[in-house]
Nanobody, 117 residues
Framework: VAFVESGGGLVQSGGSLRLSCEAS????????MSWYRQESGKERERIAT????????DYADSVKGRFTISRDNAINTIYLQMDGVKPEDTAVYFC???????????WGQGTQVTVSS
């Protein structure tokens, strides 16, 4: 199992960013997939989940209406379109399959998103 996140960077408040995550080592199309983020000094939190077909999703209240999760099962990749970003969105962003997240879960290196005010 492996995850490679990309697309992070420095963006101004109100701007947009698109993150990508390529997964491997498990039957990707059979798993719900999620984006998580971890702010400095805080626990990692799940912020968005997409169903196996990509036809359903749910979001944490903190990002609802601003972020959109999607997936492409042909290339084992999920995306996070971030619009109207805020300084409080500054964090390292990770992807994973929720049912694979245990105490021994494998995580990628994440991608840093920094929002300037």
């Amino acid at each position: 199992v492996a995850f490679v996140e990309s697309g992070g960077g420095l963006v101004q408040s109100g701007g947009s960013l698109r993150l990508s995550c390529e997964a491997s080592g498990f039957p990707f199309s059979s798993y719900r997939m999620s984006w998580y983020r971890q702010e400095s000094g805080k626990e990692r939190e799940r912020i968005a989940t997409v169903l196996t077909t990509g036809r359903g999703s749910d979001y944490a209240d903190s990002v609802k209406g601003r972020f959109t999760i999607s997936r492409d099962n042909a290339i084992n990749t999920i995306y996070l379109q971030m619009d109207g970003v805020k300084p409080e969105d500054t964090a390292v962003y990770f992807c994973n399959a929720p049912t694979l997240v245990t105490s021994k879960a494998v995580w990628g290196q994440g991608t840093q998103v920094t929002v300037s005010s």
